[in-house]
């Protein structure tokens, strides 16, 4: 367990956690659960976001699968990077009093096909989960601030969109590795139901896994068309 997460509210937190792994500190100096076997992916990073509007955090929950490591990598492999690259998507919230989530194909696809002509958007993901009823449930159940799903890159430090994507092309044209971000953002707050706090860590962790199992098989679907 981790310094950072021994201290007020964080240390329930991270006792409950454990139950699903073990606790290490990331390159970066954030939290990483290692969890146990039985699982679709190989970690879970956890860090606190401020938010924009208010002095609360939110937390965000991205979950490693990682497909072809750095060691593994190869020249071939180039290929399937590519293409999965296509199936990058996000949620989209719709309505007010009622609200709906539909995946959609990430928005960043369309201005990096522009720097990248070859780029094609493919939707198949998108499509089985929006099909996939027990994935909606968990978000209706979890309410989410955000939820994605990305081919993991190298950082750009930018805040152009059009210099950022004139950068990644070189990623996308000599990738190194192949690994799967699924991110879960969400304002969870125990004060005021310390039951509900923790029903919703397991629901982010349940829907985490299924997304990861629907990744695996994507990608394994698209290596073999290769």
Same mark, same amino acid.
């Given at each position: 367990m981790v310094e950072s997460y021994t201290d007020g509210l964080l240390a329930p937190f991270a006792k409950y956690m454990s139950k699903y792994g073990d606790w290490q500190i990331s390159d970066l100096g954030a939290s990483v659960l290692v969890p146990k076997i039985n699982y679709h992916f190989n970690s879970i990073l956890v860090r606190s976001k401020r938010l924009s509007y208010s002095s609360d955090k939110s937390w965000e929950f991205t979950a490693s699968v990682i497909v072809i490591n750095k060691e593994n990598f190869s020249f071939d492999d180039s290929l399937l990077f590519q293409r999965l690259k296509g199936y990058e998507c996000e949620i989209e919230r719709k309505g007010y009093l009622k609200k709906k989530y539909v995946f959609r194909s990430s928005s960043f696809l369309e201005h990096l096909q522009r720097e990248i002509p070859g780029l094609y958007i %493919?939707?198949? /993901? +998108? !499509?089985? /989960? %929006?099909?996939?009823t027990? +994935? /909606? !449930?968990?978000i209706h159940k979890i309410v989410p601030d955000q939820v994605s799903i990305r081919l993991f890159s190298q950082p750009i430090i930018t805040k152009d969109l059009d210099e950022y994507? &004139?950068?990644y092309r070189k990623t996308y044209e000599s990738p190194t590795e192949l690994i799967w971000n699924i991110s879960i953002e969400k304002f969870v707050d125990m004060i005021l139901s310390k039951k509900r706090y923790f029903q919703t860590i397991d629901l982010i962790i349940e829907l985490l896994e299924e997304i990861a199992i629907r +990744?695996? &098989?994507i990608t394994q679907e698209t290596q073999t068309r290769l």
């Open positions: %493919n939707t198949s /993901l +998108v !499509e089985s /989960l %929006n099909q996939d027990s +994935v /909606l !449930e968990h994507c &004139r950068e +990744v695996q &098989r």
